[in-house]
């Protein structure tokens, strides 16, 4: 374990070994680690390859997450308890080291979503439903079942979070990265739009959600999906994991491909005797996907300008034309189009 990679590491090569040999109850013959590339996370996560005495000819792999801070019961094992009770597919934990901030899981492979539809292009559909299908169990049965104790029931998208949202990309990109010289004007006339926003999608009624339910968080495993990073589940409108899936940075859907996802959604609701009236869930699904674009931004940027990770600039442009595109497609939101143009130029649709 001599990878430079893992110096942040709080393990050593003899506490892996240790701990496989406990756990595969027999000799680790070989060990190797690395450190895996997150996304946009404070958690730092490895991959330990091993080698047993009894089966030489046989790799295999567990995964390591190492918490930002010691915690004695990370929302991670919290979350992950609560779906796999649903059957959600998440990954299985194998033992968690409290001391040590470790949570040791299982390995759903490098196969995200993303790249099967690179790889597969003529299933996008099928994929993105089977991840769709997944989303009907958050809004409804985890809906339904979740309690007061799990760590998502108290959290919500209310107007405060949303707008922290906003407040944290007008910092970040348009401060940051856009050097923006705007006056004081200008800048209240922009947060009193986006407040406006916030205010609305706030009001909604509230299901269980991902909070950041897109192509990198969910990976293909075994021919089956598996979700990965819900440890910061929040109840929220039923449309903000569809726009996490559905306006996604990383891989952007043909808008046919979209409309034919959103009626799956809508279908597969209302055969579950869920009412969807149309016109208010397509309204509040682009309003949704403004915010949560515009909050993207903000992450990205300050990856960028703050934490020196550049990984993220080539998404910048595809998520500024998902914001482009709902402003000019809602007639609804065009309260909010000539102040956010006012700072982020590019915007400006006339």
């Not at 779906?83 to 990954?91: A, K």
């Not at 940027?301 to 020196?308: D, F, P």
Request: hydrophobic fraction near 40%; proline fraction near 4%.
């Amino acid at each position: 374990m001599e990878n430079t990679d893992i110096k942040l590491a709080r393990f050593d090569k003899n506490y892996l070994i240790s701990w496989l040999e406990l756990f595969a109850k027999e000799p680790v013959s070989q060990i190797e680690c690395i450190l895996l590339k997150g996304d946009a996370s404070d958690r730092n996560y490895y991959r330990a390859k091993y080698v047993l005495e009894s089966s030489p000819e046989m790799s295999r792999s567990v995964i390591i997450m190492q918490l930002a801070k010691l915690e004695t019961e990370p929302n991670f094992k919290c979350m992950q308890k609560f779906l796999r009770n649903l059957d959600i597919p998440v990954p299985d934990i194998f033992h968690f080291d409290e001391k040590q901030g470790l949570l040791f899981l299982m390995d759903c492979g490098n196969t995200h979503l993303a790249d099967k539809i690179t790889e597969e292009p003529e299933k996008t559909v099928f994929w993105y439903q089977k991840a769709i299908d997944i989303i009907l169990d958050f809004h409804i049965r985890a809906t339904k079942t979740i309690t007061p104790d799990s760590p998502a029931h108290s959290l919500f998208f209310d107007e405060e979070k949303l707008m922290w949202e906003m407040d944290f990309m007008l910092e970040h990109y348009v401060q940051g990265m856009l050097m923006s010289v705007a006056t004081k004007d200008e800048k209240n006339k922009v947060r009193e739009a986006l407040r406006t926003l916030c205010k609305t999608l706030s009001k909604e009624d509230r299901v269980f959600t991902h909070r950041d339910y897109h192509s990198r968080n969910i990976m293909i495993h075994n021919g089956k999906l598996k979700v990965i990073d819900f440890q910061d589940a929040r109840m929220g409108p039923c449309q903000y994991d569809l726009t996490s899936l559905l306006k996604d940075s990383y891989v952007v859907l043909n808008e046919s491909v979209r409309s034919e996802l959103l009626e799956y959604y809508i279908e597969r609701m209302e055969q579950n005797g869920r009412e969807v009236i149309p016109e208010s869930f397509y309204k509040i699904f682009e309003w949704m996907s403004l915010q949560r674009n515009l909050k993207a931004i903000g992450t990205f940027a300050y990856q960028h300008k703050v934490l020196g990770n550049d990984r993220y600039l080539q998404y910048i442009e595809p998520t500024l034309n998902y914001i482009r595109q709902t402003l000019i497609n809602r007639s609804d939101l065009e309260f909010l189009s000539p102040a956010l143009s006012s700072l982020i130029p590019t915007l400006n649709t006339h």
